[in-house]
């Protein structure tokens, strides 16, 4: 083949691209040494970081609350059992079988465990609406109408005992329902300390708008925290279990340089990736400042004793 | 055989209007969802990348299979459409996620990595971008410009690297995207022309 003399690269050029392509190699490393790096730097910081305490943070006024439009409640979700994307929960095929649907209520915690039939739950109790922010851990928010039972009423008739620490809540887990029922090993699980899941404010949700749950929004049945970020609100719950120990929830499990336990809003603590100091209102353009404990922390900073404790915000 | 349905410059022009299409179709599925902010940013950002890497990959390729070297002209359009892309991501972030807020824009990229990469990515490829034209050969003069161009080796990789720090579990997609990358960086290592 004849190449022109003027294409031939000149060795100084050739050179120079092998420095530049080593480069680039380097930089594609960065990412595997960032996370290393991290993972060194956590061993040593580990519980306790020297971190303001709360009462020093600059009070923010919560504004007014304006309902996110149903129609972005329904479409933006966050659900991997089915699919990765925000708009996969809601094209997927609506697969899940929300009636019958019984809850598995027990644990070592519960002096009368019982399995509840959903129409029985929802029959029991006032049904209450609730206008939360939803925060979550990605940074953007919205404004959910919520109705639901208070989980303590649910709680309160499993008659907890002294064991009762903790939460554990379990999402269905059937491949035969959910098209990417597999993506974390198992089924999806949450947990509460038992003081977190009597708050007033803690709710099982069963609809938004008036409007039954639909499967995205975690149907039949599903958790609201609002004053935590969003996974913690977990979804389509099928048991509730009392019990003595902090259970493991899945983001601990899959990432737990990013996920923990407690997952308080606080916009004082940046998520290794991205800040938390701002949110960005799904419907809306540009930022709004994040609240400490979502705007909830005249109901709950007192479940939270040591406010130094950066265990309690991630 | 050859068969030759269309002539290259023909070709070239189909290109640009067939990606110039993509992007507003992009741009017009991003309206219509829930988070245009979002949309926006991942679909530019998405296949900004793969526009890169494919502009990266014909050289090789080209060694290997006669049509590719014959449609080696489209290297550069698909480059440029990279970075169009690429700009209108960088666009998303500053005028609809930020709107302007250059403090809160300067609070969030301090020390973190992951926007730090995709920063230098843009900021490398605007030069490259700037000369992919016959003004900028001519001005340079080939071997220049062959050296300035090399950028893109170290451009792309952020890209990459930036694309794979973007996702939260699912890292499949720039985990296959950055083994091409790598595959290609070591064919470029050891080959000339």
């Known amino acids: 083949m004849l190449i022109k003399s003027s294409e031939i690269t000149s060795e100084m050029v050739f ?26 730097l956590q061993k040593q910081e ?6 303001p305490p709360l009462a020093s943070m600059p009070e923010l006024i919560p504004e007014v609350l304006e309902p996110t439009p149903l129609n972005i409640i329904t479409n933006y979700n966050n659900y991997y059992e089915f699919g ?17 649907w019984t809850v598995d209520i027990g ?22 609406n609730h206008v939360y922010r939803f925060r979550c851990v990605e940074a953007w928010s919205m404004v959910i109408p919520w109705n639901g039972i208070k989980l303590a009423d649910i709680i309160r008739a499993a008659q907890p005992n002294s064991k009762a620490k903790f939460v554990r809540f379990t999402t269905l887990n059937d491949a035969q329902q959910m098209p990417n029922a597999g993506w974390s090993g198992g089924a999806y699980v949450e947990g509460l300390t038992i003081a977190e899941a009597m708050n007033p404010l803690t709710l099982m949700a069963t609809g938004i708008y008036d409007k039954t749950l639909e499967q995205q929004n975690g149907a039949p049945i599903r958790l ?68 400490l404990f979502n705007g909830y922390g005249d109901q709950v900073a007192h479940l939270y004793p040591d406010p130094g404790n950066r265990l309690y915000f991630y | 055989m050859t068969i030759t349905v269309l002539p290259l410059s ?78 209108v991501h960088v666009i998303v972030w500053i005028a609809l996620e930020f709107a302007f807020d250059w403090q809160l824009m300067v609070d969030e990229i301090g020390g973190n990595l992951f926007i ?78």
């Not at chain 1, 050179?15 to 060194?40: E, F, S, T």
């Not at chain 1, 644990?107 to 209450?128: M, Q, S």
């Open chain 1, 224 to 291: 609201v925290v609002p004053w935590k970020y969003g996974f913690k609100s977990i979804k389509s719950i099928v048991k509730i279990e009392l019990v003595e120990h902090m259970p493991q929830n899945t983001w601990w499990k899959q990432n737990d340089r990013e996920y923990g336990f407690y997952a308080n809003v606080n916009p004082r603590f940046d998520h290794p990736r991205w800040t938390q100091a701002t949110e960005r209102v799904i419907g809306q353009l540009g930022r709004k400042p994040t609240l």
């Open chain 1, 107 to 128: 644990g070592v915690g519960a002096d009368k465990p019982g399995l509840y039939d959903i129409a029985d739950i929802k029959g029991e109790y006032a049904i209450e």
């Open chain 2, 10 to 87: 023909s070709r070239k022009h189909l290109l640009n209007i067939a990606l110039c299409l993509a992007l507003m179709w992009g741009i017009y599925d991003a309206l219509m969802g829930p988070d245009l902010v979002s949309d926006l940013r991942s679909f530019t950002g998405r296949y900004g990348a793969y526009l890169l890497l494919v502009s990266l990959l014909f050289t090789p390729l080209s060694q290997r299979w006669l049509w590719v070297k014959r449609h080696l002209a489209l290297r550069r359009n698909i480059g440029v459409w990279g970075f169009i892309y690429a700009s």
């Open chain 1, 15 to 40: 050179n120079k691209r092998r420095r530049l392509i080593a480069a680039g190699l380097a930089v594609l490393a960065l990412p595997a040494v960032d996370k290393g790096y991290a993972l060194l």
């Open chain 1, 84 to 100: 990765y994307g925000k708009d996969d929960p809601s094209k997927a095929t609506k697969s899940l079988i929300t009636s019958p």
């Open chain 2, 116 to 193: 730090l990469l995709g920063i230098l990515a843009f900021v490398l490829l605007v030069p490259l971008a700037a000369t992919s034209n016959r003004w900028g050969l001519k001005k340079l003069g080939y071997r220049s410009w062959q050296s300035l161009h090399s950028l893109t080796y170290i451009a792309i990789a952020a890209v990459m690297a930036h694309f794979f720090m973007a996702q939260k579990s699912d890292v499949l997609e720039p985990l296959l995207l950055g083994c091409v990358l790598v595959a290609v960086l070591l064919w470029r290592y050891r080959h000339a022309h």
């Open chain 1, 46 to 51: 580990q519980a306790k970081q020297p971190f």
